[in-house]
Each structure stands twice: as structure tokens, then as C-alpha cells.
């Protein structure tokens, strides 16, 4: 008899190789998990990528070009390639776009298409942690579960609207994501290296977005120290490193940006001392959650201006409910219904407790903080929610199936919960009568089947399996009929890069697409951008500026202007100073030349002083300035600096606002 040695990556007798593994799923799996779930991710990448065009965020567009330009301007995340003043965030997610702007050539897919693939990626990982969670279970529920939580973030509506732009929340979701799977992973194999890299993760999603990224920390922390299976000084000594960790992968660019001489590095935009530290705790930390200072002024307005008043009800008013609220009902009564569970012990064969307290404890927090936060809130923070939502609906379904195919005592919880969310989705509809106004009545049509049907098959066990599938197809067109109505809006459309959402638009809103206003486009000189569409009322003359809402407040600068500064600028680094980011944003796309933003994003940055425009122009770096719009040339009405220079500079003719300073 011959023996045959198996050698090392060698297939195994009925098993698959790497490449079928990756697209059939491993042997036992059932064989539709794999091509589901990459089904799956192909519709979220159409989603995400399709019809691009001219979608971006001029504000942090303008940074990503002025990176391709400059490696300084790239590291510090400087709207201009003279490296004036950098935009108010870590640079972190300027990165991933600049080096893809780098290699294949600046232009719209080249900055978006890594945002659509981290979109995608995050799916893939939510997919990926909810089928892990149940391991220790036989049989496919735990596939149903990864697969239900995918399409659920695929569909999810202000995650599709804010992946096709260019806004850092795509890279800190997926960051977070990546945390949130290694604590997981952690907890499942024991190994503390998946906790300290659970802990890296969350640092580098603090330098895309600064304390945001920290909301997950306490799900995270307390999954971690109830559940790891080591003694307790040992779960205290882990955090304790995890900890260590943190600070050090969330601390290092601020570290070294600080300690930065400031006479040769860009001023820190939004801060008011000239710091990455003021930035954090100030404009885009503590002043975020209770509206402090100038916490309340980034995005020109406080709170209320963007996301609805602050309480209990945000995420269900009328600008976020159709963005992010259509399976919270559901996901509030799995979490309940788990937590119940677990208390009385009866539920042994489901998903892990800590995936139960990573993902409720990250949708909780989230749920005030967004609730609650008294300072600027745009409706696009909530697609940080999408990956708690997602897992908690997935692992919800399965776990109410199971008590409702097994005990009578409990079989009343998913026909409940399909109650709760149809009716209000329902709701959500009614609220735009005038946009598919047939679908509110699908919905609510699909979940009285829903509902009448798991009731009567419940009491008649024979037929209960035919029935209940019947059932199941109307809970699913209940719960997500009116998400993916929502979800396919943005491609109808280009979206407004500083206030994304999805949606039909009802102009409540000032700024901004979906439920909340009308959607913005990219300006005329960007690729895929429109002239004629981008004229705005009030743009002083259009093209150059086709800001429609994007960068902060203030006016636009005519195509003339832009014209005779390009014409005029000399040897001159910047093209011109201007008051704020709005209109350095435009003429940075417009021209390729650096402009100086002397207010910053708001345009109240105090970046510039007399003493500092007088060594810029008298060196040579800066002749002309323009004032007269967005509070002056110091962005906060600044006299002084206004003053000087319209005493010491020369009006230009024909060019209003405009002062030459050269001589």
C-alpha cells in the first residue's frame, strides 16, 4: 500500500482550495453564504461608486489637490499648497485620497473610489464579526445573521450618501469597524495582540476624526473586561495596554504637529491658539457635545442648524429619520429581548455575549452622544451608527426566529418587533406624501402580512414552515423597502459635499441633500463639475465659486476676478488671500494655485495678523487680498487687519473688494 504525504497547503480530501474557499466559503459552509454575501458587496460598490461625478467636498477637495502638490501640505492636511492653515480635522483620510490622487492623477474617482471600496470594506468586516459571533452555534444561523447585517449597512441610507463623498466619516467607520472586530476576535481566541490592534485602530480613526473615534471605546473596554476568559487583574492589565496603545497611535501626528516650529508650518485651522491639543478638547471635541465657544460655530450654526434640536427624539425628526432611524425600533427589541435572555439564562445557542455588548454598547453610546450634542451636528455623523445597527439586526433577526420557531412563551417578540419597525417606516414615508407616495402603503401592507401571518402560523404548527417564509419575505420588504428606497436617491443626483444625505428633498434645511434641503454640486473647473448648474444666486458671478453651501459662509469670486489674479499673480506663492475657506476652496479647484483662507473653514480662524500679512507681502509671497465679504480680511471683522489693508493697498478697478498690495 502507498502512502501519500499531505503536504503543507496541501488541499485536503473534500476540502477547497484558497481561491474557492474565497468565493464558495470554506467546506461545511452553507454553499449560498459566500456568493450572497459577495453579491452583497457588489451592489454596495455600485452604490457607492456609481455616477461620481462631481460629487466632493470642495473644503477638503481643495486639501487633497493642494497634497498632490506639496508633500508639506500633504503631511499637515493644508488647504493650499502653500501650507497656510490646514483644514480643521487630522489629516488621516486626506491621506488615503491624496496618495490615490497621486498616483493615478487628481480627478474625481481618483480622490471618491477609495472611499467607495472603504465603504465596502467595512460591509465585508460587519459581515465577517456578526458570522464569527456565532461560532459555537450548528447550522447556517450565523450566516443568515452575517448576511442580514449586510445588507442592512448596504441599505443603510446616509451610508450610501456620505461614501460617495469625500468627508472623513467613510474611513473613520471602517476603522472602527476593524477595532471593533479585533476586540471580537480578541475575546474569541484569547490573543491580546487582536486587543492592542482593536486599540490601534481607534487611534488611527482619531487622527481621521478626532474624539469621535473614542465613542466606541466604552462598548469595546466593557465587552473586553466581562468577558475575556483570563483572571480580571489580567483583563485590567490588557485595557491597561490597549490604553497605552491608544494614546500613542491617536497622540503622534498631534505630538509632532505641535511641536512643530509655527513660523514653518501651517496654522492649526479651527483652533484658537494655534494647536492640534485647543482642536481636540475645543471646535472638535468638547464643543461638538455641549455647544461651547466655538464649538458651536464649525459648520456654520449650532446644533440645530443641521441635525434638529437636541433630545431624546433627534435621530426620529424629521431631517435624521429617513438617514439612519428605520431599524432602530427593531434593533431596541432584539437588544431587549438578548438582554432577557442572558438574564434568565435561556439562551445558550446564539451569538456571543460580548458581540451583544460590543455592538449594543456602541449603538447606545452613540445614540446619546448624537442625541444630546448641543454643538454643530450634521446628519452624516449618524453613518457611524450604520455598523451597530447592521450587526444588531442581523443577530436580532436570528435569535427572534429561533424563539419563535422554539417556544411559545417568546414567540411573540418577532412579530412585535416586525410590528414596530413597518409601522415606522410607515410613518417615515407619510412625511414627503408627495415622493412615492404608493410606498408608505407597501410597507404598511407588508407588515400587516408580516404580522397576521407569524401569528396565525404559530398556532397552526403544521404549515408553520410554509407560512412563516411567506411572513419573512413581507418582514423583509416591511423593514427595508423604505431604506432602499432612501439609498438609491444619491445616485440620482450629485450630493452636497459638506452636508450629504439621502432622500427625497423637502428644502427644510438650509444646507445640504435629502429630507434636509436640495444637494450641491462640485464647481465648474473641477472634473465632472457643472458650470451651469453650479451657478448659485449671490456667487458674484458663478464658476469660480459654485460653493452652493459647502465650505463655510461668505461669497463667492466671479470668473473675471479669478481670471485677472492668475493673469497678475507673478512670482507671488498664493494667488490671493481671501476670507474664508469658501472662497480659497473654489479658486484652489478652479486655478491649481494656492490661496491663502485667512479665517479658515468659518472664516473666524485668527490665522492672520497685520504683522504677518506684512511679511508675506513684503517678501514677495502675497500681493493681492480680497475684502469686503465674510467679515473682512481677518474672517471675524478684524479692523485691524482690515484696515491696513485698505490703507496701505490699492483698490483694484473693475475688481470689487480687490486690493493690490505690491509696492
Given at each position: 500500500?502507498?502512502?501519500?504525504?499531505?503536504?503543507?497547503g496541501?488541499?485536503?480530501?473534500?476540502?477547497?482550495?484558497?481561491?474557492?474557499?474565497?468565493?464558495?466559503?470554506?467546506?461545511?459552509?452553507?454553499r449560498?453564504?459566500?456568493?450572497?454575501?459577495?453579491?452583497?458587496?457588489?451592489?454596495?460598490?455600485?452604490?457607492?461608486?456609481?455616477?461620481?461625478?462631481?460629487?466632493?467636498n470642495?473644503?477638503?477637495?481643495?486639501?487633497?489637490?493642494?497634497?498632490?502638490?506639496?508633500?508639506?501640505?500633504?503631511?499637515?492636511?493644508?488647504?493650499?499648497?502653500?501650507?497656510?492653515?490646514?483644514?480643521?480635522k487630522?489629516?488621516?483620510?486626506?491621506?488615503?485620497?491624496?496618495?490615490?490622487?497621486?498616483?493615478?492623477?487628481?480627478g474625481?474617482?481618483?480622490?471618491?473610489?477609495?472611499?467607495?471600496?472603504?465603504?465596502?470594506a467595512?460591509?465585508?468586516?460587519?459581515?465577517?464579526?456578526?458570522?464569527?459571533?456565532?461560532?459555537?452555534?450548528?447550522?447556517?444561523?450565523?450566516?443568515?445573521?452575517?448576511?442580514?447585517?449586510?445588507?442592512?449597512?448596504?441599505?443603510?441610507?446616509?451610508?450610501?450618501?456620505?461614501?460617495?463623498?469625500?468627508?472623513?466619516?467613510?474611513?473613520?467607520?471602517?476603522?472602527?469597524?476593524?477595532?471593533?472586530?479585533?476586540?471580537?476576535?480578541?475575546?474569541?481566541?484569547?490573543r491580546?495582540?487582536?486587543?492592542?490592534?482593536?486599540?490601534?485602530?481607534?487611534?488611527?480613526?482619531?487622527?481621521?476624526?478626532?474624539?469621535?473615534?473614542?465613542?466606541?471605546?466604552p462598548?469595546?473596554?466593557?465587552?473586553?473586561?466581562?468577558?475575556?476568559?483570563?483572571p480580571?487583574?489580567?483583563?485590567?492589565?490588557?485595557?491597561?495596554?490597549a490604553?497605552?496603545?491608544?494614546?500613542?497611535?491617536s497622540?503622534?501626528?498631534?505630538?509632532?504637529?505641535?511641536?512643530?516650529?509655527?513660523?514653518?508650518?501651517?496654522?492649526?485651522?479651527?483652533?484658537?491658539?494655534?494647536?492640534?491639543w485647543?482642536l481636540?478638547?475645543?471646535?472638535?471635541?468638547?464643543g461638538?457635545?455641549?455647544?461651547?465657544?466655538?464649538?458651536?460655530?464649525?459648520?456654520?450654526?449650532?446644533?440645530?442648524?443641521f441635525?434638529?434640536?437636541?433630545?431624546?427624539?433627534r435621530?426620529f425628526n424629521?431631517i435624521?429619520?429617513?438617514?439612519?432611524?428605520?431599524?432602530?425600533?427593531?434593533?431596541?427589541?432584539?437588544?431587549?429581548?438578548?438582554?432577557?435572555?442572558?438574564?434568565?439564562r435561556l439562551?445558550?445557542?446564539?451569538?456571543?455575549?460580548?458581540?451583544?455588548?460590543?455592538?449594543?454598547?456602541?449603538?447606545a453610546?452613540h445614540?446619546?452622544?448624537?442625541?444630546?450634542?448641543?454643538?454643530?451636528?450634521?446628519?452624516?455623523y449618524?453613518?457611524?451608527?450604520?455598523p451597530?445597527?447592521?450587526?444588531?439586526?442581523?443577530?436580532?433577526?436570528?435569535?427572534?426566529?429561533?424563539?419563535?420557531?422554539?417556544?411559545?412563551?417568546?414567540?411573540?417578540?418577532?412579530?412585535?418587533a416586525?410590528?414596530?419597525?413597518?409601522g415606522?417606516?410607515?410613518?417615515?414615508?407619510?412625511?414627503?406624501?408627495?415622493?412615492?407616495?404608493?410606498?408608505?402603503?407597501?410597507?404598511?401592507?407588508?407588515?400587516?402580512?408580516?404580522?397576521?401571518?407569524?401569528?396565525?402560523?404559530?398556532?397552526?404548527?403544521?404549515?408553520?414552515?410554509?407560512?412563516?417564509?411567506?411572513?419573512?419575505?413581507?418582514?423583509?420588504?416591511a423593514g427595508?423597502?423604505?431604506?432602499?428606497?432612501?439609498?438609491?436617491?444619491?445616485?440620482?443626483s450629485?450630493?452636497?459635499?459638506?452636508?450629504?444625505?439621502?432622500?427625497?428633498?423637502s428644502?427644510?434645511?438650509g444646507f445640504?441633500?435629502?429630507?434636509?434641503?436640495?444637494?450641491?454640486?462640485?464647481p465648474?473647473?473641477?472634473?465632472?463639475?457643472?458650470?451651469?448648474?453650479?451657478?448659485?444666486?449671490?456667487s458674484?458671478?458663478?464658476?469660480?465659486?459654485?460653493?452652493?453651501?459647502?465650505?463655510?459662509?461668505?461669497?463667492?469670486?466671479?470668473?473675471?476676478?479669478?481670471?485677472?489674479?492668475e493673469?497678475?499673480?507673478?512670482?507671488?506663492?498664493?494667488?490671493?488671500a481671501?476670507?474664508?475657506?469658501?472662497?480659497?476652496?473654489?479658486?484652489?479647484?478652479?486655478?491649481?494655485?494656492?490661496?491663502?483662507a485667512?479665517?479658515?473653514?468659518?472664516?473666524?480662524?485668527?490665522?492672520m495678523?497685520v504683522?504677518?500679512?506684512?511679511?508675506?507681502?513684503?517678501s514677495?509671497?502675497?500681493?493681492?487680498?480680497?475684502?469686503?465679504?465674510?467679515?473682512?480680511?481677518g474672517?471675524?471683522?478684524?479692523?485691524?487687519v482690515?484696515?491696513?489693508?485698505?490703507?496701505?493697498?490699492?483698490a483694484?478697478?473693475?475688481?470689487?473688494?480687490?486690493?493690490?498690495?505690491?509696492?
Amino acid at each position: 500500500m502507498t502512502v501519500t504525504a499531505i503536504r503543507p497547503g496541501h488541499r485536503a480530501a473534500g476540502g477547497r482550495g484558497a481561491l474557492a474557499r474565497a468565493f464558495l466559503g470554506a467546506h461545511g459552509d452553507p454553499r449560498w453564504s459566500r456568493p450572497a454575501m459577495w453579491a452583497v458587496l457588489v451592489v454596495a460598490f455600485v452604490l457607492y461608486a456609481w455616477a461620481l461625478s462631481g460629487n466632493a467636498n470642495e473644503y477638503y477637495a481643495a486639501a487633497i489637490l493642494s497634497g498632490t502638490k506639496s508633500w508639506k501640505a500633504f503631511f499637515f492636511g493644508a488647504i493650499d499648497a502653500g501650507s497656510f492653515i490646514t483644514v480643521d480635522k487630522p489629516p488621516l483620510a486626506l491621506w488615503v485620497m491624496g496618495l490615490s490622487a497621486r498616483i493615478f492623477g487628481y480627478g474625481t474617482w481618483s480622490m471618491l473610489l477609495p472611499q467607495a471600496l472603504a465603504g465596502v470594506a467595512a460591509i465585508g468586516l460587519v459581515h465577517s464579526a456578526v458570522r464569527r459571533a456565532f461560532a459555537s452555534c450548528s447550522g447556517a444561523a450565523g450566516h443568515v445573521a452575517a448576511l442580514v447585517a449586510a445588507v442592512v449597512m448596504t441599505l443603510t441610507p446616509i451610508t450610501v450618501a456620505i461614501n460617495r463623498d469625500n468627508n472623513p466619516d467613510t474611513v473613520l467607520v471602517l476603522l472602527l469597524v476593524l477595532s471593533a472586530w479585533f476586540c471580537l476576535e480578541a475575546l474569541r481566541t484569547g490573543r491580546m495582540r487582536s486587543l492592542l490592534l482593536a486599540a490601534f485602530f481607534v487611534g488611527l480613526g482619531f487622527n481621521a476624526k478626532m474624539l469621535q473615534a473614542y465613542l466606541v471605546v466604552p462598548a469595546l473596554a466593557l465587552a473586553y473586561l466581562v468577558c475575556a476568559g483570563v483572571p480580571w487583574l489580567r483583563r485590567v492589565g490588557h485595557l491597561l495596554a490597549a490604553g497605552v496603545v491608544l494614546v500613542v497611535s491617536s497622540a503622534w501626528w498631534m505630538v509632532i504637529t505641535d511641536l512643530w516650529p509655527e513660523d514653518s508650518r501651517p496654522y492649526v485651522g479651527g483652533s484658537t491658539d494655534n494647536t492640534v491639543w485647543d482642536l481636540v478638547i475645543g471646535y472638535n471635541g468638547l464643543g461638538r457635545v455641549f455647544g461651547q465657544g466655538r464649538g458651536n460655530g464649525g459648520g456654520g450654526g449650532g446644533g440645530g442648524g443641521f441635525g434638529g434640536e437636541p433630545g431624546a427624539g433627534r435621530l426620529f425628526n424629521d431631517i435624521l429619520a429617513g438617514q439612519i432611524s428605520w431599524l432602530l425600533p427593531f434593533c431596541v427589541v432584539a437588544l431587549a429581548f438578548a438582554i432577557l435572555l442572558r438574564v434568565r439564562r435561556l439562551n445558550a445557542d446564539g451569538p456571543s455575549g460580548a458581540a451583544w455588548l460590543v455592538w449594543g454598547g456602541w449603538l447606545a453610546v452613540h445614540y446619546v452622544v448624537f442625541s444630546f450634542s448641543s454643538g454643530t451636528f450634521h446628519p452624516y455623523y449618524t453613518t457611524a451608527m450604520a455598523p451597530a445597527v447592521a450587526a444588531l439586526a442581523g443577530m436580532g433577526f436570528v435569535v427572534m426566529w429561533e424563539a419563535y420557531r422554539r417556544s411559545r412563551a417568546w414567540a411573540w417578540v418577532l412579530p412585535v418587533a416586525v410590528a414596530l419597525t413597518g409601522g415606522w417606516s410607515f410613518v417615515v414615508l407619510r412625511r414627503t406624501p408627495d415622493w412615492l407616495p404608493w410606498l408608505a402603503w407597501v410597507v404598511l401592507g407588508a407588515t400587516l402580512v408580516a404580522v397576521v401571518v407569524l401569528v396565525l402560523a404559530r398556532l397552526r404548527a403544521r404549515v408553520a414552515v410554509r407560512i412563516a417564509a411567506v411572513a419573512l419575505v413581507a418582514a423583509v420588504v416591511a423593514g427595508l423597502a423604505g431604506p432602499a428606497a432612501y439609498a438609491v436617491t444619491p445616485l440620482q443626483s450629485q450630493v452636497n459635499g459638506s452636508n450629504p444625505t439621502a432622500g427625497p428633498s423637502s428644502g427644510r434645511m438650509g444646507f445640504g441633500g435629502g429630507p434636509g434641503g436640495t444637494r450641491g454640486r462640485m464647481p465648474a473647473g473641477f472634473p465632472g463639475g457643472d458650470d451651469q448648474q453650479n451657478a448659485q444666486p449671490g456667487s458674484g458671478g458663478g464658476g469660480r465659486s459654485g460653493f452652493g453651501g459647502r465650505g463655510g459662509p461668505g461669497g463667492g469670486v466671479s470668473d473675471a476676478m479669478g481670471t485677472y489674479l492668475e493673469a497678475n499673480q507673478g512670482s507671488a506663492t498664493w494667488l490671493v488671500a481671501v476670507s474664508s475657506a469658501q472662497q480659497a476652496s473654489g479658486l484652489i479647484l478652479s486655478t491649481g494655485k494656492p490661496v491663502i483662507a485667512m479665517g479658515g473653514f468659518t472664516g473666524s480662524d485668527p490665522a492672520m495678523t497685520v504683522d504677518r500679512l506684512q511679511s508675506l507681502i513684503s517678501s514677495g509671497q502675497l500681493r493681492y487680498v480680497l475684502s469686503g465679504s465674510g467679515g473682512g480680511p481677518g474672517g471675524r471683522g478684524d479692523s485691524e487687519v482690515t484696515s491696513w489693508v485698505q490703507q496701505n493697498c490699492a483698490a483694484v478697478d473693475g475688481q470689487e473688494g480687490l486690493y493690490d498690495c505690491a509696492g
